[in-house]
């Protein structure tokens, strides 16, 4: 009888395993516990809606009409500062996820930073994944994640530790103007269109080891200051290296150097 009670209890809490792996949880509800200063730590779910980070359909009925505002002097970007810790583990997004939006009819950019830990691990975002100027106060995890649609790092700050190992870029992405301002990794990272690096700055290094750009890479008047491993990277098509400095000295005469 207790042998029969342990089975039981046992194939109960498998299956409360396989449901609760297989859940679904609406953006929505996500947003309501980011707006009421809760940390945000999801595993093993289907995220379904678009995830606006950036609160725009709260502020802009608050917001002054464009033509009188900014003739004042007043700017047409509005940030939302995020407190949470943001934290998604094996989680799929359906739809958008959001942390900047150009509203071409109020003529308002919405952009969101976070001051907390932002982990978007094992993830897939299936739709865009926009985080154009955003701040990343502490430590950033985007590793073993997809990007399957548009994703954009431009003009983004890092601020901590940052991770894109083994991450896959199947669209359009670019880092241009992005700043790490600690060592970053995207070793073994996919980039299936051009990997757009130009004009980013990476203070205590970058790794691209193992990465696979299967079109062209440009790193045009890319800054890098300190480790720049590039150990078993491979480029289908063209670098651009224009005015890249890596620790001061040109993209082919760093290549001659690497090589003596």
Known sequence: ????????????????????????????????????????????ATITGVLDFTFMDKALPNLPKRKRWWNNGGSNTVEKQIESKISFINCVFTDDVLAYIPHEKSG???????EDEVIFKDCTFENKA?????????????????????????????KRDISFKNTLFDESSTFKYADFNRFVSFENAVFTESGVFKYTEFNQGVSFRDVKFEEDLNIKYTKVSGEFDITGMDVN??????????????FSKYLLKSKN
Do not use: P
């Not at 949880?25 to 980011?34: Q, Y």
């Not at 985080?131 to 995890?141: C, G, I, L, Q, V």
């Not at 098509?237 to 040109?250: E, L, Q, R, V």
């Open 1 to 44: 009888f207790i042998m029969k009670n342990i089975v039981t209890f046992i194939a109960l809490l498998f299956c409360f395993s396989t449901s609760f792996g297989q859940q679904k949880i609406a953006a929505s509800e996500i947003i309501k516990d980011v707006a009421n200063g809760k940390s945000v730590e999801i595993s093993n």
């Open 108 to 114: 308002y950019t919405f952009i969101a930073n976070f």
């Open 130 to 158: 926009m985080f154009k100027y955003s701040d990343f106060e502490r430590n950033t995890d985007f590793s073993n994640t997809k990007f399957k649609d548009d994703s954009t790092f431009k003009y983004a700050e890092f």
């Open 237 to 250: 098509f063209d670098i651009d290296s224009k005015y890249t400095s890596i620790n001061g000295k040109s």
